[in-house]
Structures are given as C-alpha cells and as structure tokens.
C-alpha cells in the first residue's frame, strides 16, 4: 500500500547528525541513540557518508528499527558511484523506513576524491547535472535513458523497488552559486553546512529558489546544518569547537560561506550558549529561509550538553 506523504512542516522540522564528532558507533548504539532522539521529539536522524559505513544502510536500518523517525543521508559523493547503484540504495532505504528517507548528494572533494578512488575531479557541476537527472529518472519512474557527456543510465532491467514510495527525496549539499542553480533545477532542496542566516538570506536561498522558479518546480527546501549545543560552559565547547571544526576551513566553497555568514573560523558559525541563545539561532535561521534545521556536532561538549542540547531541540521541534 502507497505510504501518504506527510507535510513537511510536520515531519522535519528539527533533527540531529547521529555520527559523532571522536569516534564511529558500533550500529546498536546508533539505533539507540537514534531511539533516544525520537523520544526527546526530534523529526529526523542524518547520517554522514565517509569511507566507513554506507551511509543509506545504516539509515535503513534504524529507520526500520525506531518508527516515526525520519532518516537522510548527508552526503553521498557523486564521483566514484552512479546513479543507478545510488537509486537502488535510496529506493531500498526509502522501502524499509515506510517513505522517510532522504538523499543527500555532494560534490565531494578534489583530495578525497582523487586519493580515495584514483579518479580525476574534473567538471563537476556537469557531472552533478547529469547525475541528478538521471537519477531523477529513476526513482520517480523506476527506469532510465540517459546518455549524457561523462554519465550513462540505462535500465535493461527494471530498476523499481516496491514499496519504495512515495519517491524518493533528493537534495544537495550545494551553497555555491553554480551547484545551487543546478540544485534548483533538479534537487528537492538543498543541504547547506556553516551556512550561517546571513548567508542563506543573501545569497543561498534566493538563489536556489530563483533556479526552482525558472525550472518551474516547487520552492526548494533548505535543511540548515548547524555544528551547536546547549551548554553551561561555552567558553570551553567554543575552544573544542574551534579545533574540531577546522577541516572545513581547508576547503574552498566552506571558506566562502563561512565570510558570507560574517565569520572567519568554522566554529564561528556554531551556536553555543544556553538554552536562550540557542532557541533565538534557531529562530535565526527559520527566518532566514531555513525550512528544517538539523544540529550537527551536538556532542562537542560532552554527553550531558548532547542530551541537554537534544531536549531543547525536541521541545522546538513540537512548539
């Protein structure tokens, strides 16, 4: 039977990263974990895609395994895979989670890329477009023909998963200019990291919206991740937010997005306060165009600023 499809508004309004910041969770305390965000009222639970677990797996799972929550992938690389191998992960995850999955994509990196699979990261907003559409394609019909410049999808065989409905989500970790008019034309919504409400005022929502606009498609979600936590020291969070957080700043299009948001380092762009402060960003950010708002990096304090900062969350979330 067609899973309904829940309003938006309703189903993901706030949600947590479930990957820790130290170290890899073995797939129980993931699951347990994840039953104890969903028991503080928390919407949905996102998982990150490394070279460890596959991240759509592990969202199957405890999506199947703590009903009501919402599971997503943020995000999946497009180079070193292809739509066809993406589309039976999202559609078989989308299958056991009753309809509450979403897919993540991203551009990935030059090093990763090219270290880890030996490929070269050449033209990547065109190999995004052609992903995406031959995707597309794909769960929304269960079948492909595209034949594109770097990528070609085909099917031979039926690509449908029963029961994967309603189709398949599909966002982007797209915040500059040249991915956020591809995400717009053929994304769902897009999923912007140390994106602070300035940026996504200014420059990232009207952006994308526009691009949905002229593509005549709906206006385009906006999942903010936000690194935060409630904490009564945030003197000392900020100094291990400042350490943890500085991979990003590594990276070009994070550099961008962290001055177009009025920073300079990543931490500068986590919210760490208490439960005031954090409660007003997260006002923030929904009137800075951000439809659902997801914290990442909740446990940078410790276990009891984690679950001090997801009970905050989930009364938010049910206000």
């Known amino acids: 039977m067609p899973v309904a499809r829940m309003p938006v508004a309703l189903c993901m309004t706030i949600g947590v990263t479930l990957y820790s910041t130290a170290y890899q969770h ?93 490929i070269p990261y050449e033209r990547p907003i065109a190999r995004l477009r052609e992903f995406l559409t031959a995707l597309r394609q794909l769960v929304e019909t269960g079948s492909a023909d595209f034949h594109g410049e770097l990528l070609t999808a085909t ?96 990276f070009p299009s994070y550099q961008r997005v962290i001055g177009l948001s009025g920073g300079t380092r990543a931490a500068d762009l986590a919210v760490i306060g208490d439960e005031e402060t954090v409660a007003a960003e997260v006002r923030r950010y929904r009137e800075a165009g951000a439809t659902e708002v997801v914290f990442t990096a909740t446990d940078l304090g410790g276990e009891a600023d984690r679950r001090r900062t997801w009970k905050l969350l989930g009364e938010l979330a049910n206000s």
Not at 43 to 50: I, N, P
Not at 205 to 219: D, E, H, K, N, Y
């Open 155 to 250: 099917t031979p065989l039926p690509a449908a998963v029963p029961g994967a409905e309603p189709p398949v989500p599909i966002l982007v970790a797209a915040m500059a200019p040249q991915a956020l008019r591809v995400s717009g034309e053929l994304a769902d919504g897009i999923l912007p990291l140390l994106a602070g409400p300035r940026a996504l005022a200014e420059h990232i929502v009207p952006a994308v919206t526009a691009a949905a606009q002229s593509a005549g498609r709906p206006a385009p979600r906006i999942v903010a991740f936000v690194p935060g936590v409630v904490t009564a020291d945030a003197e000392a969070v900020r100094e291990t937010a400042t350490e943890k957080l500085a991979f990003y700043e590594q």
């Open 26 to 118: 073995r797939i129980d305390t993931t699951v347990q974990l994840a039953r104890e965000a969903h028991e503080a009222g928390l919407r949905s639970a996102w998982f990150g895609q490394t070279f460890s677990y596959d991240s759509p797996s592990l969202a199957a799972i405890v999506g199947r395994e703590v009903p009501g929550l919402h599971v997503g992938t943020a995000a999946i690389p497009v180079f070193g895979r292809h739509p066809l191998l993406v589309s039976s992960q999202a559609q078989t995850a989308q299958a056991a989670t009753g309809g509450r999955y979403h897919l993540g994509l991203a551009l990935g990196t030059k090093n990763l890329t090219e270290t880890g699979f030996g």
